[in-house]
Each structure stands twice: as structure tokens, then as C-alpha cells.
């Protein structure tokens, strides 16, 4: 849909005013995927009212996939564009002659499982998520893997057990304490249970990390975003599980994963 100058001027305003930092870029976005002068306009308002882009377009853009996204459901970051090229690199060393089995813990939307795909086809992909919603959306997003609701690994297929080539998770991470300093739109309308992880945050990374030995191949590889202050006792979760431990670090992205492999 077109509009004129005038009213994209009026539009850039309205976002900027709301505290949009990238006022254009979200005007563009939200004008080209409005269907009509109407659908506009309501679209405008939900996202000046504070309901992040990602829901109002309902699409997130991620590792240049187009990621469908529902409110409600964890929006992807680009920081967690790290962990895909992280899983990517380990899937390089495998020595597995059919299609890898890559397993995306916490999967939210299934953005990671759906990179992942996209750059590795042919794998064998399995998702999971707690949140009945989000496991709903992933479904969308990963019509060619196996996605399941519940916690962690309680859901998924017993044959996988000792399989699983590639493991992923962007569990949250977020302080209990430290949700109330989150930005709103994160705060107030993302599910808190993709957020908050527990007195220092890593209370979901802990579990993944000690049941991972018994669902990875040998040779097999765990990889979790992380903070960079987090890293360092992520890393030792990785190390009493029975993995190796490796810290990666990308400052672009500000992006922090540790990286370990099953080894026995």
C-alpha cells in the first residue's frame, strides 16, 4: 500500500513521539505490510500504544528469514542470531552419515529451528516449548519438524535418547529481580516465562544442561545463549553435566553462547 508523503511525515512522528528510536524503519515497515488506509491506522496505533513491532506486523525478521510471531509469544532477537552460527559451525564437525538431529529447547516462535532448517536442510528437527502458545506458533513456523509442549525435555520421543546431534537453547536468563528493569514492551506483554529465570537467572539453563548428556550422541553438541556475566557459571553447568565448556562472544550482536560437546 502507498500513502503519501504528508502522512508518512505524520506517521514517523507519531512513532517518533512514542519512543520509537527507529521511527522511519517502523513507519516503512508498517505502511508496506498495511493493507488498506484503515488497517494503517489501526496498525499505528497498536504499536504507538506500546505493543511491540513484532506482533503488530506479525512477522520478525530473523537471521533474514521471515519469522511469524503472535502475541503473546517470545519475540527473537538478533543477539540470538549467534547461537544459530554457532550450531551451524558444530553441525560442520559432525561425522553423521544421514541428517543430523537437531533438538530446539525453549523453541518460543521457532525462530533458531527454523534458521536452522533453512541452513542445514536436510536435518531431522524436533522443538519444544512449556508455553501452549508458543509451541502453537513454532508449528506455524516449522511445518517440516516435529514441534511439542512441555517442559524441556519431558516431551519429546523417548528413541531420541542419546541421538540428538544438536542441541539448542535460548532458555530464559533474565534475574527474577532484574525483570522489573526490562524494557516495557519485553515486561508487559511478552510471556514471563520465556523471561524471568529464576534468583540469578540461569535456574532453566541448569536443568538443560544436566540432562543433556543423556539425549546427545557422542560427540554431540549443546549450545545455550547466555549473558556475559552469566557465562562463566553457565560454563561450569555445562562442565558438572558432564560437557566440555567453550564462551563465545560477539560484540556486534552483543551476544554471548557456551558451546559444549558430549565427549564420552
Known amino acids: 500500500m502507498s500513502v503519501s508523503p504528508h502522512t508518512d511525515t505524520t506517521i514517523v512522528a507519531r512513532l517518533r513521539a ?8 517502523e513507519a516503512r515497515l508498517l505502511t508496506s505490510s498495511a493493507r488498506t488506509p484503515s488497517d494503517l491506522a489501526a496498525m499505528v496505533d497498536r504499536r504507538v500504544a506500546g505493543l511491540p513491532l513484532e506482533y503488530v506486523l506479525g512477522w ?8 511469524l510471531v503472535e502475541p503473546g509469544v517470545f519475540v527473537p532477537r538478533r543477539r540470538t542470531e549467534l547461537l544459530v552460527r554457532e550450531a551451524i559451525s558444530a553441525h560442520a564437525t559432525l561425522s553423521t552419515t544421514g541428517p543430523a538431529v537437531v533438538v530446539d529447547l525453549c523453541c518460543g516462535s521457532g525462530a533458531v529451528g527454523k534458521a536452522l532448517h533453512a541452513a542445514l536442510d536436510p536435518i531431522e528437527l524436533y522443538a519444544t516449548d512449556i508455553d501452549p502458545s508458543a509451541a502453537r506458533c513454532a508449528r506455524r513456523n516449522l511445518p517440516d519438524g516435529r514441534v511439542f509442549q512441555g517442559d524441556l525435555y519431558e516431551p519429546l520421543p523417548p528413541a531420541l535418547r542419546g541421538r540428538v546431534d544438536v542441541l539448542v537453547a535460548n532458555a530464559p ?3 527474577t529481580d532484574a525483570m522489573r528493569l526490562m524494557p516495557p514492551e ?4 511478552e510471556p514471563r516465562v520465556a523471561l524471568d529465570g529464576g534468583a540469578d537467572g540461569l535456574d532453566v539453563q541448569r536443568r538443560v544442561a544436566s540432562d543433556a548428556v543423556r539425549w546427545l550422541a557422542p560427540g554431540g553438541y549443546l549450545l545455550i545463549e547466555t549473558s556475559v556475566t552469566q557465562a562463566p557459571s553457565t560454563a561450569e553447568s555445562f562442565l558438572r553435566g558432564g560437557l ?3 564462551v563465545v562472544q560477539c560484540a556486534e550482536l552483543g551476544a554471548t ?5 558430549h565427549t564420552g
Open 257 to 261: 553462547v557456551v558451546a559444549g560437546r
Open 186 to 189: 519485553a515486561r508487559l506483554h
Open 173 to 175: 536468563y533474565v534475574p
Open 60 to 67: 520478525a525478521d530473523f537471521c533474514g528469514l521471515r519469522v
Open 244 to 246: 566440555s565448556a567453550r
Open 18 to 25: 512514542a519512543g520509537c528510536v527507529f521511527a522511519e524503519d
